[in-house]
């Protein structure tokens, strides 16, 4: 990998910047007890000391340099699969 080109979710950003969107649908999909709405908390400065199971699904819109993103974070309980 180049010292230029970047992973994960600030790698789409920098991307995104280039092609000029400024509206992303993210789809936040993992195994329980993985981060997800941890991540997701973190990312719009809330407190993550609080965070519980969830149950159903959490939808965040964040706004970073310019750019909206939609964030939909899916529970990963067995019974929510």
Do not use: Y
Not at 35 to 64: C, R
């Amino acid at each position: 990998m180049s010292t230029t080109q970047k992973r994960g979710l600030f790698g789409i950003i920098s991307n995104l910047r280039k092609t000029k969107k400024t509206d992303v649908r993210v789809l936040v999909l993992g195994l329980d007890n993985s981060g997800k709405t941890t991540i997701l908390k973190a990312l719009s400065n809330e407190d993550i000391t609080t965070t519980t199971p969830t149950q159903g699904f959490n939808i965040k819109n964040l706004t970073h340099e310019n750019i909206k993103l939609n964030v939909w974070d899916i529970g990963g309980q067995k019974a929510l699969r």
